[in-house]
C-alpha cells in the first residue's frame, strides 16, 4: 500500500513539474531586447573625457528598463564588413522570439576605394539588408529599418546638400517590398540640422578644436559625427518617429516628470566645452589685498586668454576688487575656492551704457560683469561675486529697524527724501527717483541725457547678451545693485548650483531673469532674494512685442527658492510670450508666492504649455499659485495699514495688447502655511485658459478663487483652509471642473458661486455633508450653474445599528 502510494505521488510530482515547465516555456524568461546594428553615428563611444557620442548611446535614455538594449554598433562599418566580421553572427545567437533589431547604414557602404567596406546601393546593399531583415524574422524577431542620418553640408549659399546618394532610397524601397518596419531618420535629421541653420548645426557635430579633451585630438570640421547634444537629438528623432507611428517599441518610450511628455520630448541644452589653458590672473598684476583696483590685470588676462583660443581664467583665492569684468568668446571665468570678488563701490567705474531695463532698451550704468554678442562662456567654480549693492539700492526706512535705518546712513552716505522714509545712494539717484525715469531711450535721447541722473540707473549684475553656449556653475553671486543673473535673448544656457544671496528687502534684485531665451536647464540652484527668484520674462508692452522672441523650451530641477516675491515666476514683462516651460523637484520657503503668473493689459504675448510637477511649498505669505492679470507692480504682500482695491470690472476691445495665460499642468503640489492656496484671476475680455491643477494638498487661511476663468480642472485636491467660508469661490467663470476636493469637517460653505457669466460648474465625487452650507450663490448666478455628483461612498447612508450574522 505504502509502495503504491509512493509511485502515485512520483507520478503526480512529474506531472507537476511537467506543467510548471510549460508555463515556464509559455512566459518570457526574458524581457524583449533591442538590438543595434549600424555605424559610428549609432555606436558608444568612451565617456572618459571624449565629447563624441553616437545617438545609439543616449537612446536608452529615452526608454524604459522593461526593455533591454545592446548596441552592437561599430565605428566605420557598413553592411559588408559588420558581416564579415562575424558581428552580425554574435548578434543572431543572442537574439530571441519577441526582440527587435534597428539597421542603420549606408555612411561606409559607399566608400568605393574600400574593398572591405565597399557595397553598392542597388546590389550588394539591397541584399545585405535583405538578408539582415530574413535573419531576423527567422528568429522570431522584428527588423526596423533606420535610412542613413544625414552629414551636415551646406553650399555657399547656405543650402544644404544631401551626400547620401541612391543609400536612402533603397532601404525605403526594401521596406516597401518586404513590409518592414521603417524610420526615415534620412529625412528627420535633415530637418533638424536645416532647423539649426548654418553655424548653430555646428554644435550637432563634431567641430571641436585641439585641446579642449585629453582623449580627443580635436578636428576642427567634422560634419558625420555627434557630440552629446547632435547624439541625444538624433535619438529623439527616433524616438518621435515610433510615437508618431505607433510602432511596437512605443510601450517602452520613457516617460518623463510630466505626464503630457515623454522623456524625449524635453529640450535639449548644449554646453560648452573650453580649451585646457589656465591664465591665472596673478600672473597678469591682480593684487589680492581686497583694496587694491584690479580691473586692468582682469580684463587684460582675459583678453590674452582670448587670444590663445580660449580656455580658462582663473581668479585663485583671496579678495579681489574690481570694476566691471568684460567676457569675451570661450573663456571659462573660474572662481577657486575662497576666492572673492567684489565690485568697486566707485560709482566712476560704471559709465552709462546702452542696456535695458524691465524690458525696454534704456541706459543703465555698465554692468560688473558684461557679456555681449558672445558664444562659449562661462563662470564657475566655487567662489563668491559680491555686487556690493548696499551701496546702490534704494531703501525704506519701514524696511529696517532704527538702529539699521541709522547704521546704513553711516556707513553707506547717501541722502534721504523730504518725508525722512527713503534713502538712496546719492542727489542724483534722488532725482531719478522723482521723475521715475528709467533710462528710456527713446525721443532721440542719448546717453548723456542721463547724466544727471546716472546713479539712479542702477546696473544689474551679470548681464549676457545675445550670446549662446553658457554654463553657470558652483559659483555664488551676492549682494547685487538689481537684477542679479540677467540673461537676454540668449540660448543654449546651462545653470547648475549657482546661489544667489541678496537681502530680504533688496530693491529689484530678482535672483536670475531669463529674457527672450530659450533652451535653458536650471538644475540645482538655491536663490534666497529681495525680488523675484525664477523669472521668466520676454520684453515689456510694445517694445516686447516687436521684438517678438518668447522665452521657451526651459527647464528647471530641483532647486530651492527661500524668501523672494515669487518661487518660479512668468511676468509681468512677458510681451513676447513664453512656451514649453517644465519646472519640476523645487521647494519654495518663506517666498512670497510660489508658483506666480503676472501680467497686465497692455502687454499681449501669450503664456502657455507650462508643466509643473511635484513642488512643495512651506511658510508662504501670499498665495501658492497665482494667476494674475492685474498686475500692479506692487509688493505681493500687503503692507501694515496698506489699502489696496480691487480692480474696475470693466470688457475691454481684444487686441495685441491683450495678454493670455493658457495651457497650464500641474501635478503633485504641496504648500504647508499661505494666506491663499489658490487663486486665479483673468480679465473679463480674456479669462485664464486650460489649466489642470492634480494631486495638491495645500494648507493657507483661505481656499480657492477662481475670477474670469475658462477650463480650469482641479483633481485631488486636499484644501484646507482657516477660513472655510468658502472652501471655493468662483466669479464669472465657466467650464469648472472639480473633481474629489477634501477639505475639513465643518467648513461654512463648501462652494460661492457668483456672476451672471458663471456657467458649467461640476463638483464631483465631493462629500458636501462635511460643510454647514453646500452652496451660496448670487449676483446673477443660480444653483442650476453648478452639476453635483456624490461618491458612491456617501450616496446612500446606512442607519446605524447592529449588523446580522449569517
Request: aromatic share 8%.
Amino acid at each position: 500500500m505504502n509502495r503504491k502510494r509512493m509511485i502515485a505521488m512520483k507520478k503526480n510530482l512529474v506531472v507537476l513539474l511537467l506543467v510548471v515547465g510549460c508555463f515556464a516555456f509559455l512566459s518570457p524568461d526574458k524581457k524583449p531586447t533591442i538590438f543595434l546594428i549600424g555605424d559610428s553615428t549609432m555606436a558608444n563611444k568612451p565617456l572618459d573625457e571624449n565629447p563624441e557620442r553616437g545617438w545609439g548611446q543616449l537612446f536608452p535614455g529615452y526608454m524604459t528598463d522593461e526593455v533591454e538594449i545592446q548596441n552592437h554598433a561599430v565605428n566605420g562599418r557598413s553592411t559588408k564588413s559588420f558581416l564579415k566580421e562575424h558581428r552580425w553572427d554574435t548578434v543572431m545567437s543572442r537574439m530571441k522570439a519577441g526582440d527587435y533589431v534597428m539597421i542603420q547604414f549606408g555612411h561606409n557602404d559607399g566608400k568605393v576605394e574600400d574593398s572591405n567596406r565597399s557595397a553598392p546601393a542597388h546590389t550588394l546593399y539591397k541584399e545585405n539588408l535583405i538578408r539582415y531583415v530574413n535573419d531576423t524574422r527567422s528568429k522570431g524577431a522584428t527588423p526596423i529599418l533606420i535610412t542613413p542620418v544625414m552629414r551636415r553640408k551646406f553650399d555657399a549659399a547656405g543650402k544644404f546638400v544631401d551626400q547620401h546618394g541612391d543609400y536612402p532610397a533603397v532601404v525605403k524601397e526594401v521596406a516597401a517590398a518586404m513590409n518592414v518596419l521603417l524610420i526615415d531618420l534620412h529625412k528627420s535629421s535633415e530637418a533638424l540640422i536645416v532647423k539649426e541653420g548654418v553655424e548653430n548645426s555646428r554644435r550637432l557635430f563634431l567641430n571641436i578644436p585641439a585641446s579642449h579633451f585629453k582623449n580627443y585630438k580635436g578636428k576642427e570640421e567634422d560634419n558625420t559625427h555627434f557630440s552629446e547634444y547632435g547624439a541625444s537629438s538624433v535619438a529623439s528623432l527616433v524616438c518621435q518617429s515610433i510615437k508618431e507611428q505607433n510602432l511596437p517599441l512605443a510601450k517602452y518610450l520613457k516617460p518623463s516628470d510630466f505626464k503630457e511628455k515623454y522623456a524625449f520630448e524635453l529640450p535639449k541644452i548644449y554646453s560648452p566645452h573650453f580649451k585646457r589653458d589656465t591664465f591665472n590672473i596673478v600672473n597678469y598684476g591682480a593684487i589680492a589685498d581686497g583694496m587694491t583696483l584690479n580691473s586692468a590685470a582682469i580684463n587684460k588676462t582675459i583678453d590674452e586668454c582670448a587670444k590663445q583660443g580660449g580656455g580658462t581664467v582663473l581668479i585663485p583665492q583671496g579678495s579681489y576688487v574690481t570694476g566691471p569684468i568684460i567676457m569675451k568668446s570661450n573663456i571659462n571665468l573660474h572662481l577657486a575656492k575662497g576666492a572673492l570678488v567684489i565690485f568697486s563701490s566707485d560709482f566712476n567705474q560704471y559709465p552709462l551704457v546702452v542696456s535695458s531695463f524691465e524690458g525696454v532698451d534704456a541706459a543703465r550704468c555698465q554692468s560688473p560683469v558684461v557679456a555681449e554678442n558672445l558664444e562659449n562662456i562661462a563662470i564657475t567654480g566655487p567662489g563668491i561675486i559680491n555686487g556690493n549693492g548696499y551701496y546702490w539700492r534704494p531703501i525704506k526706512k519701514e524696511k529696517l529697524t532704527e538702529s539699521q535705518w541709522k547704521n546704513h546712513q553711516r556707513d553707506y552716505g547717501g541722502v534721504l527724501t523730504a518725508d525722512k522714509k527713503m534713502w538712496y545712494s546719492s542727489e542724483k539717484a534722488l532725482k531719478g527717483s522723482l521723475t521715475n525715469n528709467i533710462g528710456k531711450l527713446t525721443e532721440g535721447k542719448t546717453l548723456a541725457d542721463f547724466e544727471d541722473v546716472k546713479d539712479f540707473l542702477r546696473p544689474n549684475m551679470i548681464r549676457i547678451y545675445q550670446c549662446k553656449n553658457i554654463l553657470i556653475e558652483d559659483v555664488t553671486f551676492e549682494n547685487s545693485p538689481a537684477w542679479t543673473t540677467h540673461l537676454m535673448m540668449s540660448e543654449h544656457i546651462t545653470l547648475k548650483n549657482l546661489k544667489v544671496k541678496n537681502p530680504w528687502y533688496g530693491t529689484n534684485t530678482d535672483a536670475l531673469d531669463l529674457e527672450s531665451c530659450k533652451n535653458a536647464l536650471v538644475e540645482g540652484c538655491n536663490f534666497d532674494t529681495g525680488d523675484d527668484g525664477i523669472t521668466i520674462k520676454s520684453g515689456r508692452d510694445a517694445e516686447g512685442r516687436k521684438r517678438g522672441m518668447p522665452t521657451q523650451d526651459i527647464i528647471v530641477n530641483n532647486c530651492t527658492v527661500y524668501h523672494s516675491h515669487g518661487g518660479f515666476v512668468v511676468g509681468s514683462e512677458m510681451s513676447g510670450g513664453a512656451n514649453n516651460l517644465f519646472i519640476s523637484n523645487c521647494t519654495f520657503i518663506g517666498s512670497d508666492i510660489g508658483l506666480r503668473f503676472k501680467t497686465t493689459r497692455g502687454r499681449g504675448g501669450i503664456v502657455e504649455n507650462v508643466y509643473v510637477n511635484h513642488v512643495n511649498m512651506k511658510d508662504i505669505p501670499a498665495e501658492a499659485i497665482l494667476f494674475d492679470m492685474y498686475y500692479a507692480a506692487k509688493d505681493p504682500v500687503v503692507l501694515a495699514g496698506e489699502k489696496r482695491e480691487p480692480p474696475v470690472v470693466e470688457f475691454k476691445t481684444v487686441d495685441e495688447t491683450t495678454p493670455q495665460f493658457r495651457n497650464f499642468y500641474f501635478r503633485n503640489i504641496t504648500c504647508n502655511g499661505a494666506a491663499k492656496g489658490i487663486f486665479v484671476r483673468g480679465i473679463p475680455e480674456m479669462h485664464v485658459k486650460n489649466v489642470l491643477i492634480e494631486n495638491a494638498v495645500l494648507q493657507a487661511d483661505e481656499g480657492i478663487d477662481i475670477q474670469e476663468a475658462s477650463g480650469i480642472t482641479l483633481n485631488n485636491i486636499t484644501m484646507i483652509p482657516k477660513n472655510a467660508n468658502p472652501v471655493v469661490y468662483v466669479l464669472n467663470s465657466d467650464n469648472i471642473n472639480i473633481d474629489n476636493l477634501k477639505y475639513k469637517d465643518g467648513a461654512e460653505v463648501l462652494a460661492q458661486v457668483q456672476g451672471d457669466r458663471t456657467k458649467n460648474i461640476s463638483i464631483l465625487n465631493t462629500d458636501i455633508t462635511k460643510a454647514k452650507q453646500k452652496l451660496v450663490t448670487g449676483f446673477g448666478s443660480a444653483d442650476a450653474v453648478v452639476c453635483w455628483v456624490k461618491p458612491a461612498a456617501i450616496e446612500t447612508k446606512k442607519p446605524k445599528g447592529k449588523s446580522k450574522k449569517n
